[in-house]
């Protein structure tokens, strides 16, 4: 059944109990492919961690720059090619891609302390839930808000490139302070944005959404988890 109802129709109590249904379906839907992208990022990281030899092949020669850079490639690519991709192809392409991320996220074990990793884990996953379930709540409209915070993407960005120059820990801090705060409104934007769009969608063009949606709130979480580490995490001597 569509979310629609007719603009020239009163709904009965049948259809609001059929559309919230839906909706919950849908946003749990995009909840668990978000989560089975993290665990696939997880099983990667971890499983390089527990291979040295790889860790350093990768870790230790240039072939660190793929290892950084392709999950930003992957990205743009998801990105452009979205509307072309099948439902099940667009599944793919998304674990793929945290495959990619859980590549890239090896590299914060030969830094930090594997206690402290699963601790911040932890606390981001709370911070994410927080915000998260105050944008599927909320009444007011975060469109605005949202497109601020993209702003501050932005200019997260431009910040960390002047770092890698400037390689200030001052600067970096404030820079993931700045961070916790963009991506855990940024999470409360996206999931309001997410529900909206179970309205605007349906069928095919509604799963391929909540793929979409998933992968912005993997996203959200991936940089909450970062700039926390970053803060709070205790690093190996």
């Known amino acids: 059944m569509s979310g629609y109802i007719p603009f020239n129709t009163i709904p009965t109590e049948a259809d609001r109990v059929a559309y919230d249904e839906g909706l919950r379906n849908y946003m749990l839907q995009v909840y668990n492919y978000m989560t089975v992208a993290l665990g696939i990022s997880g099983l990667v990281a971890m499983g390089l961690n527990f291979n040295p030899a790889l860790m350093a092949l990768i870790w230790g020669t240039p072939f660190k720059w793929i290892a950084i850079l392709s999950p930003l490639a992957a990205s743009f690519a998801f990105a452009f090619f979205f509307d072309k991709l099948t439902v099940r192809s667009a599944q793919l392409a998304m674990f793929a891609f945290a495959a990619l991320m859980g590549l890239s996220l090896s590299s914060i074990f030969l830094v930090f302390k594997l206690g402290s990793i699963a601790q911040v884990f932890f606390i981001a996953a709370s911070t994410f839930g927080a915000a998260s379930i105050y944008g599927y709540t909320t009444k007011r ?6 497109s601020f915070l993209m702003m501050g993407v932005i200019g997260l960005i431009i910040a960390g490139l002047v770092n890698l120059f400037l390689q200030s820990s001052v600067f970096a801090f404030v820079i993931s302070c700045l961070g916790v705060l963009i991506f855990t409104g940024l999470t409360a934007y996206d999931t309001q944005e997410i529900k909206e769009r179970y309205d605007m969608t349906e069928g095919t063009e509604r799963e391929k ?18 700039s926390l580490l970053q ?3 205790d690093k190996k001597e």
């Not at 409209?141 to 949202?146: E, I, M």
């Not at 959404?209 to 970062?226: C, T």
């Open 141 to 146: 409209d975060l469109t605005s808000f949202g």
């Open 209 to 226: 959404a909540g793929i979409f949606g998933a992968l912005q709130l993997y996203l959200d979480f991936i940089n909450i988890f970062m």
């Open 231 to 233: 803060i709070l995490g």
